[in-house]
């Protein structure tokens, strides 16, 4: 394994929260985000924040989230936000998102995020005071 990718899991794995997206490949997730989350340490991720993301070609792949990618992380025991984020080519201009609805659910994930990590850290700090 490559210094860069111990690295990146490092990251991943001492991260307070998380945000994981990846392109949906014939309808998961793509060989390289499973290698990658392979690779992570099994108790690593348990009642880390999650918020799952992807992007397809269309509509159709929009189950992703909760068809491939959150039994992923029920696997790691993370907390997985129940609000995920599917985007298409036809939500980006230019790189950029420009479907309102889709910029406004993106923000509301924002929040949950950081109350969901609150919460861990709470939770942590009463269990080191018994």
Same mark, same amino acid.
């Given at each position: 394994?490559?210094?860069?990718?111990?690295?990146?899991?490092?990251?991943?794995?001492?991260?307070?929260?998380?945000?994981?997206?990846?392109?949906?490949?014939?309808?998961?997730?793509?060989?390289?985000?499973?290698?990658?989350?392979?690779?992570?340490?099994?108790?690593?991720?348990?009642?880390?924040?999650?918020?799952? +993301?992807? !992007?397809?070609?269309?509509?159709?792949? =929009?189950?992703?989230? #909760?068809?491939?990618? &959150?039994? *992923?992380?029920?696997?790691?025991? +993370?907390? !997985?936000?129940?609000?995920?984020?599917? =985007?298409?080519?036809? #939500?980006?201009?230019? &790189?950029? *998102?420009?479907?309102?609805?889709?910029?406004?659910?993106?923000?509301?994930?924002?929040?949950?995020?950081?109350?969901?990590?609150?919460? &861990?850290?709470?939770?942590?700090?009463?269990?080191?005071?018994?």
């Amino acid at each position: 394994m490559t210094d860069a990718v111990e690295q990146a899991l490092a990251v991943v794995e001492e991260a307070d929260v998380l945000v994981v997206a990846t392109p949906v490949f014939r309808g998961s997730y793509t060989g390289l985000f499973k290698r990658f989350f392979d690779l992570i340490g099994q108790d690593t991720l348990t009642d880390k924040p999650v918020l799952l +993301a992807a !992007t397809g070609g269309s509509q159709r792949h =929009a189950l992703v989230i #909760d068809h491939q990618i &959150r039994p *992923l992380f029920s696997f790691f025991q +993370a907390r !997985t936000l129940p609000l995920g984020v599917y =985007a298409t080519d036809k #939500d980006f201009v230019e &790189r950029d *998102l420009s479907d309102q609805a889709l910029i406004e659910r993106a923000k509301r994930a924002l929040p949950l995020l950081e109350l969901t990590r609150n919460a &861990r850290h709470s939770a942590a700090e009463r269990m080191l005071t018994v």
